[in-house]
């Protein structure tokens, strides 16, 4: 422990050798907020960091905060007039609002403001996803380092009934000072906050590739849902793969709720046993065989050698495909609409042809 109290990874000598924030944005002339622009006469606006499909993040300083560094998350003008972006970027903020960890992204309250956007820490560092572009698989006892340290976030989270949703590579963040911060909670759930409306939801499910199989199938999920997502990242952080890798989605997702991953020492075997246990044990398909808390997880993930080696190896499932409206909601579901546009294409061939005898 530092003497500001915050675990930190070790010396991670790897890391010095990559890059911090490689990817250069493109300048954008559009209609977006440009450098030196005083957003609210408080948040002076400097490069854009990241754009994504909904908002471009800028680093800005904070000029009633000695002019610290803060990131601004704006959403496209296009966008601002849409509810459901409107309240997904309400929700955010008011879950990061409700949050305070060392390990998670630090929300900065504004009172008024003149459009929607959200304000936090700015963070020094790399993204995990990153990281992983650079190097995979990580060294062992780095990846368990920063999958427990991500526990001790989603404690935090789980405590004020937070569930984040879409634990990945690129929303985990290894900072400059070897902290970890976990962010985006753009499709949280929260008991506390504003229940988010179905159709918001079903934009913003998640990402396939490190959903859980109940997100899959289209429920609510509960904390497990987490261990389950931080488990798709430990596993890609052991052995270099995604889990059920698949370049078409519907595969991936049928994988993922039919049947187990490829062993993760088939991938790597240099992987002690215990890595492999762990990992198997918190992607369990079903949620009451996973690890049931973070704090279980992280247990197992900071005495590995504590860890009983039960085999979950030996009684892997391959994936089959099977369709089914209640574990492929979304595979079964779109053949069945096809299925039923088709059968309406014929019957109106077969009407016309026999109205023109
Ligand atoms: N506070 C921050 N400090 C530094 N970089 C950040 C910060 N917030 C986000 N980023 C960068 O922007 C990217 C996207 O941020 P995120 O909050 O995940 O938004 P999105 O909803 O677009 O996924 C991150 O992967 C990271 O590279
Ligand atoms: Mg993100």
């Not at 911090?20 to 606006?45: K, N, S, T």
């Not at 949050?99 to 560092?125: A, C, D, M, Q, W």
């Not at 994936?319 to 294409?345: D, K, M």
Request: glycine letters at 8%; one cysteine or more; a neutral charge.
């Amino acid at each position: 422990m530092a003497p500001d109290g915050k675990a930190r990874l070790d010396e991670l000598a790897w890391l010095r050798d990559v890059p911090e924030h490689p990817d250069a944005l493109e300048p954008y002339f559009g209609p977006e907020l440009r450098p030196g622009f005083v957003l609210d006469g408080r948040f002076v606006i400097g490069g854009p960091i990241s754009r994504s499909g909904m908002a471009t993040i800028y680093q800005a300083q904070d000029a009633l905060d000695h002019h610290r560094l803060v990131a601004v998350k704006v959403p496209h003008l296009s966008y601002e007039a849409d509810p459901n972006c409107f309240s997904r970027f309400q929700r955010e903020e008011e879950v990061g609002l409700g949050l305070n960890h060392p390990f998670v992204l630090k929300f900065i309250p504004v009172e008024k403001k003149s459009r929607p956007y959200l304000v936090t820490e700015y963070l020094h560092g790399w993204t995990l996803l990153h990281l992983l572009s650079a190097m995979h698989p990580l060294p062992e006892q780095d990846a368990l380092k920063i999958a427990s340290l991500v526990c001790d976030a989603l404690q935090h989270l789980h405590q004020r009934g937070v569930i984040h949703r879409d634990l990945k590579p690129g929303n985990i963040m290894i900072c400059r000072d070897r902290t970890i911060r976990v962010m985006d909670f753009g499709i949280a759930s929260s008991a506390a906050a504003r229940k988010i409306t179905i159709s918001g939801l079903t934009a913003t499910l998640g990402t396939p590739e490190y959903m859980s199989p109940e997100q899959v199938k289209n429920e609510r999920g509960d904390e497990r849902s987490d261990i389950y997502g931080l488990g798709t990242v430990l596993y890609e952080m052991l052995t270099g793969a995604v889990p059920f890798q698949h370049e078409n989605c519907w595969v991936t997702m049928n994988r993922r709720v039919t049947g187990d991953p490829v062993a993760p020492r088939t991938l790597n075997p240099q992987l002690s046993p215990q890595a492999e246990e762990i990992v198997l044990h918190a992607l369990q398909r079903a949620p009451a065989d996973r690890f049931q808390t973070a704090a279980e997880f992280k247990n197992a993930l900071d005495a590995p050698d504590r860890v009983r080696v039960t085999g979950y190896c030996d009684r892997l499932q391959a994936p089959c495909w099977r369709l089914s409206l209640r574990e492929t909601p979304v595979l079964a579901g779109t053949l069945l609409g096809v299925g039923f546009l088709a059968l309406q294409v014929l019957g109106f061939l077969l009407l016309r042809h026999l109205l023109a005898k």
